[in-house]
């Protein structure tokens, strides 16, 4: 009896050992370095490659979430200390930072082809343009995006409203930078921001509060494809602002009238974003006001910028909202619908009728090429290996936005400090943070123009993630590089 109570114990001891063993999850505090050689525009770099772990911490020190990241580190150099720092985020909120990491600024990128659709075998190779020649860089995954993930107690569970929101994500993330910058040895380093979509509300409200809470101060901050970063556009600025994406994508499907179609993309959108301004702006917000003469001619000129019949707009009240466009512009050529971040991809819904698309087309071509390689890529390339999910999407909801001031946040962030520069980077093609409405914010957030001298605005012929396109992919990291040197003070004071 003894013998077989004995046996007992050993099997319910070895069974709960199995299962322990078998629960997956992220350790807190880990890196892994690997060192790699590469060519950027024709050079050689040596660089190494850490993926980390690090902790957020409750007051009382303790863990309660770990942010997972991978750090760039350019290794031929002098004096590692004093080159600029790249610290980059992707949006959502809720992706991964994978986005930008594997085809935009990173040393390595997705196979992929000149215009960014996927194509097989999946993985990677490097990347000749990548801005780790003038900058380190590393990039960072909010919680519940990548690896990173909140580290709950067996006995009590972590609140999961003080990382979900526009001012929480701010406010975490800006102590977690301090800790990663004191830890690399970083501070006497020119530092830099980079935020793609929700990433741009979130890097313009980290701007002020590194400034503010952790006496961090910047050269530049990057905003690519931004949002709308707290400030309002609603009502008939809402509307209007829409026409000149509308055209580009428009003439991107050659969609518009032949002395229109004939011209430039630039050229034409420079007629059109005069005619928003001055005409369709003022008329839309007439409302009922409006004459029938008038609102017949504002018709007719917004059908031959859009491609959309002057019937239907008329139909509309000169109200075409996004969806419907995405439906309608090639409903009777070939009855396909157009992408929303990039309106350069055609998607087949069920049926060509409707008020909207089934899916968005370029999210499934893009998470096609990027799910494969990025996992491949950790595992094989960098050597982080674990059994916990990737997340491209994590769950960050419900997500707090209220008290969104992060567009002014940047303001006088930029006010207070003479150094910040700012630089946006914007699609023509992307529909769900277009370009016209990138512009129409910047002019908004500084409306005295006092700040404008350190304000630059660059537009490039693809979609939300125009550096899918090679050329675009290309010319945006220059554009980077040359950010960086002009926002280089030398030995010039921040004083004005």
């Given at each position: 009896m003894k013998k077989h109570l004995l046996l007992s114990i050993f099997f319910v001891c070895l069974t709960t050992l199995c299962l322990k063993a078998q629960v997956r999850k992220i350790p807190s505090d880990t890196t892994v370095t690997t060192s790699h050689?590469?060519?950027?525009?024709?050079?050689?770099?040596?660089?190494?490659?850490?993926?980390?772990?690090?902790?957020?911490?409750?007051?009382?020190?303790?863990?309660?979430?770990?942010?997972?990241?991978?750090?760039?580190?350019?290794?031929?150099?002098?004096?590692?200390?004093?080159?600029?720092?790249?610290?980059?985020?992707?949006?959502?909120?809720?992706?991964?930072?994978?986005?930008?990491?594997?085809?935009?600024?990173?040393?390595?990128?997705?196979?992929?082809?000149?215009?960014?659709?996927?194509?097989?075998?999946?993985?990677?190779?490097?990347?000749?343009?990548s801005i780790l020649d003038v900058a380190d860089i590393v990039f960072i995954n909010p919680v519940n995006t990548g690896y990173s993930r909140i580290i709950d107690k067996d006995d009590k569970k972590v609140d999961r409203s003080q990382f979900f929101g526009v001012n929480q994500d701010i406010n975490y993330l800006a102590q977690w930078l301090n800790t990663f910058v004191t830890?690399?040895?970083?501070?006497?380093?020119?530092?830099?921001?980079?935020?793609?979509?929700?990433?741009?509300?979130?890097?313009?409200?980290?701007?002020?509060?590194?400034?503010?809470?952790?006496?961090?101060?910047?050269?530049?901050?990057?905003?690519?494809?931004?949002?709308?970063?707290?400030?309002?556009?609603?009502?008939?600025?809402?509307?209007?602002?829409?026409?000149?994406?509308?055209?580009?994508?428009?003439?991107?499907?050659?969609?518009l009238p032949a002395n229109l179609q004939s011209k430039s993309l630039t050229d034409l959108l420079n007629e059109v974003e005069k005619y928003?301004?001055?005409?369709?702006?003022?008329?839309?917000?007439?409302?009922?006001?409006?004459?029938?003469?008038?609102?017949?001619?504002?018709?007719?000129?917004?059908?031959?910028?859009?491609?959309?019949?002057?019937?239907?707009?008329?139909?509309?009240?000169?109200?075409?909202?996004?969806?419907?466009?995405?439906?309608?512009?090639?409903?009777?050529?070939?009855?396909?619908?157009?992408?929303?971040?990039?309106?350069?991809?055609?998607?087949?819904?069920?049926?060509?009728?409707?008020?909207?698309?089934?899916y968005n087309a370029e999210l499934t071509s893009w998470l096609h090429s990027f799910t494969p390689a990025i996992n491949a890529y950790m595992r094989d390339f960098l050597k982080f290996k674990t059994d916990v999910k990737y997340n491209m999407f994590g769950n960050v909801y419900p997500w707090d936005n209220t008290r969104n001031h992060t567009g002014e946040n940047l303001r006088e962030a930029m006010a207070t400090n003479p150094y910040l520069h700012l630089m946006v980077q914007s699609g023509y093609f992307d529909g769900a943070c277009t370009y016209f409405n990138a512009k129409y914010t910047m002019w908004q957030m500084d409306k005295s123009g006092r700040l404008k001298d350190r304000m630059s605005w660059k537009g490039y012929e693809s979609g939300h993630m125009m550096y899918l396109r090679h050329e675009d992919l290309?010319?945006?990291?220059?554009?980077?590089?040359?950010?960086?040197?002009?926002?280089?003070?030398?030995d010039k004071p921040a004083k004005y």
């Open positions: 050689e590469t060519t950027i525009l024709g050079k050689k770099v040596s660089y190494t490659a850490t993926v980390g772990m690090q902790p957020v911490w409750a007051e009382d020190g303790t863990p309660i979430a770990t942010l997972n990241y991978t750090y760039y580190k350019r290794t031929d150099v002098s004096d590692a200390s004093k080159r600029p720092l790249i610290m980059s985020f992707n949006g959502g909120p809720g992706s991964g930072s994978v986005w930008m990491h594997l085809a935009y600024t990173g040393p390595n990128m997705l196979n992929i082809d000149n215009e960014g659709y996927p194509v097989q075998p999946y993985g990677y190779s490097s990347n000749p343009y830890r690399n040895n970083r501070w006497t380093s020119p530092k830099y921001l980079i935020g793609e979509s929700y990433g741009t509300t979130r890097v313009s409200g980290l701007a002020l509060a590194l400034q503010e809470n952790e006496w961090m101060y910047l050269n530049g901050v990057i905003l690519v494809s931004p949002t709308d970063l707290g400030i309002s556009r609603d009502g008939a600025v809402d509307v209007a602002n829409r026409l000149p994406y509308f055209a580009a994508a428009a003439w991107y499907h050659k969609a928003t301004i001055d005409v369709e702006l003022p008329a839309i917000a007439k409302g009922s006001a409006i004459s029938n003469e008038d609102k017949q001619a504002v018709a007719e000129k917004m059908s031959e910028f859009s491609g959309i019949s002057k019937e239907t707009i008329l139909d509309h009240n000169l109200d075409i909202s996004y969806n419907f466009f995405w439906k309608d512009l090639l409903r009777k050529k070939g009855g396909y619908t157009i992408g929303r971040l990039d309106s350069r991809y055609r998607g087949i819904d069920a049926e060509i009728a409707g008020e909207r698309p089934d290309k010319q945006a990291n220059q554009d980077i590089r040359d950010f960086i040197k002009a926002s280089n003070p030398g």
